[in-house]
């Protein structure tokens, strides 16, 4: 792991430090707005990253070339590559955070948790934050696809580092957020109002009533299993999965939702992306594929010798929880239908989230009953 080489880092540095201390955060109350076109947008962005660091002050403009990374659905992200007075060419990555992102994303909970995982050698370094978003370094690598994610020789990987993810430690409060950030959800979404009327006649068609008493009855059962709490991604899409082939190291990335939650959230949340950005829950992981990823998360140097009894616990954590993720990213998705000016059509992925959750939820809630009674009688 480790996004950033060494030298890049240095090259770098920061315009309020030493040339050699290189860990001091830079930080602008410039803000770019991400609307603006394209030429000024990038002529804004070069002089954000003038401001930011002092090696590039007084660069030419023609130094700095701009490229569009990603539209990514909440946020825009570009890379800077700049060419240096030495002729190095160094390339960052600026993320402008989309309009209206706070209502789903804590973005201090998210910067503190950026500091510490990308220490711990996860993601990109984060090289300086201003106004409205922040500078990280270029990640070389390819963006996984869902079917990479289920290869056998991947999964392993992505659960041994899932391993280590969670055992980094994030100073300030362990209380697990899941149920905290659902209810907020639930309060928002459940109180919109849509001008367009097909999205009002969609929207009042969700009962919240049942909603809410889905999360309290999910908050419950949940609450039985004594779930390890641990620092958790939250988001392990295949988004955000990067892999540099030639040097197979592998890369988290994207910690906007990340925070202390249930191990096996994160890890069935993870496999409800096996299903892929169209939501093909048939692709769901079979039981084999996930006692294969259990087997590397749980006994990251030895496998092969996993007991069955502790396969078992985890496979129940992991399949109570993924319905907890069904019922976040659908209430996620009704606040971003109303606030997001991304063209996406959200309602519909509420239902598609919404509908998965009330097809598993019979067959998820009734192993872990049955789990429980024979645990209690044995
Ligand atoms: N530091 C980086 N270096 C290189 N590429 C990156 C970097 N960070 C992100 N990317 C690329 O940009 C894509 C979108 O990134 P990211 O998921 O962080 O953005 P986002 O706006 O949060 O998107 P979404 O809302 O869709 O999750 C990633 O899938 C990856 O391909």
């Known amino acids: 792991m480790g996004a950033i080489e060494e030298e890049e880092q240095q090259v770098i ?48 403009d023609s130094c700095f070339s701009i490229q569009t990374v990603s539209g990514g659905i909440t946020n825009l992200l570009l890379k800077v590559t700049v060419k240096e007075e030495n002729g190095n060419e160094v390339s960052v990555t600026v993320r402008l955070y989309g309009p209206n992102t706070d209502y789903v994303i804590n973005r ?3 910067l503190q948790a950026i500091k510490y ?29 869902p079917q990479d994610m289920r290869k056998p020789k991947l999964a392993a990987e992505i659960a041994k580092q899932l391993r280590k993810f969670h055992e980094v430690e994030i100073p300030g409060s362990k209380e697990p957020q899941l149920w905290n950030d659902l209810f907020k959800f639930y309060e928002n979404a459940s109180i919109l109002q849509f001008d367009d009327a097909e999205k009002q006649g969609k929207y009042e068609a969700i009962s919240f009533k049942e909603v809410y008493n889905e999360i309290v009855e999910i908050k419950e059962l949940t609450g039985l299993l004594d779930a390890p709490v641990v620092f958790s991604h939250n988001d392990l899409l295949s988004g955000n999965l990067m892999l540099n082939d030639a040097e197979e190291k592998l890369y988290f990335i994207d910690f906007e939702y990340g925070s202390y939650s249930y191990r096996g959230y994160d890890i069935g949340n993870h496999f409800n992306e096996y299903a892929g950005y169209d939501c093909d829950y048939n692709l769901n992981p079979s039981t084999h594929e996930q006692y294969h990823f259990f087997r590397h998360y749980l006994r990251p140097d030895k496998p092969t010798e996993v007991s069955d009894k502790d396969l078992e616990a985890l496979y129940i954590e992991t399949n109570t929880f993924v319905l907890a993720s069904h019922l976040f990213w659908a209430l996620w998705a009704l606040i971003q239908a109303k606030m997001s000016p991304i063209d996406f059509d959200y309602l519909g992925y509420f239902f598609l989230r919404y509908d998965e959750y009330k097809r598993r939820k019979d067959e998820c809630c009734s192993l872990v009953r049955s789990y429980l009674s024979s645990r209690s009688s044995g």
């Open 108 to 110: 201090e909970r998210e």
């Open 117 to 145: 995982l990308s220490a711990a050698g996860f993601g990109a370094k984060l090289l300086a934050v201003f106004a409205n978003g922040m500078v990280q370094s270029f990640i070389n690598a390819r963006t996984l696809t």
């Open 13 to 60: 540095g920061d315009k309020d430090s030493s040339e050699s201390d290189s860990h001091v955060l830079s930080s602008s109350s410039i803000s770019v707005d991400i609307s603006l076109p394209f030429p000024l947008l990038s002529s804004r962005l070069i002089n954000l990253c003038k401001d930011l660091f002092k090696k590039w002050s007084n660069l030419e």
